[in-house]
């Protein structure tokens, strides 16, 4: 997918859904990817459904923090003008977009925590964001497999998180020990 062409107004606007997705981000960037493959994906058209899946996948299988995602989105969208500079320039769009607001509220609002942590409310909040947390992953978890629906074909892929999700959950398995299994399974063309 190339050739799209993006006014400064249309960077502001990409700038601009970061900065809003940033502070909706409770449990990392990924719980945003679905809102992200809408705008990026369905309404503006300017990622592939193919590139937006790259990205995510990458950025999750490449060692560090998984917020590469978020570049590598960046990234294709400069690259879809034709120009490297303008991906370079996509790589900064998003990452600062996406990162300004969450860590100046979690910086302002860990240190107001701190300070305030055995209050009745503190605690409260700190337990009722885990529900939230747990349905933004499982959304993001649903926009990813989309593409995965024809369940006669792709039973093993489906068996393999489940049977993920169960060892995770039951056991104290390292979580690496479950992707290198998922790797092998991959390598020798079994899901």
Do not use: C
């Not at 993001?140 to 393999?160: C, E, F, I, Q, R």
């Amino acid at each position: 997918m190339s050739g799209i062409t993006l006014q400064w107004g249309d960077w502001l606007q990409l700038f601009m859904q970061y900065l809003s997705l940033s502070l909706l981000s409770v449990g990392g960037a990924i719980t945003t990817a679905p809102e992200m493959h809408r705008y990026l994906v369905d309404q503006t058209r300017w990622l592939s459904e193919q590139q937006f899946t790259a990205s995510i996948a990458i950025a999750q299988a490449a060692p560090g923090p998984n917020i590469l995602f978020v570049a590598l989105m960046g990234w294709h969208v400069g690259i879809n003008t034709g120009s490297i500079a303008m991906g370079l320039f996509g790589v900064m769009v998003t990452m600062v977009g996406i990162m300004l607001p969450s860590t100046t509220l979690t910086y302002l609002a860990a240190q107001w925590g701190h300070r305030n942590r055995n209050l009745r409310g503190v605690r409260a909040f700190k337990q009722g964001m885990g529900p939230i947390v747990i349905a933004l992953l499982v959304a993001t978890g649903w926009v990813l497999t989309s593409a995965h629906n024809d369940a006669a074909k792709d039973w093993p892929l489906w068996l393999l998180t489940a049977v993920s999700a169960l060892v995770i959950w039951r056991t104290r398995l390292h979580l690496l020990w479950m992707l290198g299994a998922g790797a092998l399974l991959g390598w020798f063309g079994l899901v």
